[in-house]
């Protein structure tokens, strides 16, 4: 998490950021209350699974790069997603949608 604090911060102090008055004022609230899915494999496979509960997704779009976090650890971010939390998911909430992949 801490890795991704400068991240955050240099994001809410942009004019995109300002401009839509995002109702997080910390990285705490942003983790907690957000959408972002920044966190250990658990962390990560405890919200996508909340948020499956309560939305039903089928399919979920899910931005693997980070802006501002360096090439080696967004690849290590990647591969931990890839290897970790997503035969994980795929086992929880299988999806019509992509049965035969």
Request: aromatic share 10%; no cysteine.
């Amino acid at each position: 998490m801490e890795g991704y604090r400068p991240i955050f911060d240099a994001f809410m102090d942009s004019p995109g950021a300002r401009h839509n008055q995002l109702p997080f004022k910390t990285l705490e609230e942003f983790l907690e209350q957000g959408s972002v899915l920044v966190g250990s494999p658990e962390q990560v496979i405890d919200k996508f699974g909340r948020y499956q509960e309560a939305f039903g997704h089928e399919l979920s779009g899910v931005a693997l790069e980070v802006a501002g976090l360096p090439d080696e650890e967004n690849r290590a971010s990647v591969e931990t997603f890839v290897t970790e939390v997503l035969p994980v998911l795929r086992a929880a909430y299988p999806s019509r949608v992509w049965a035969s992949a």
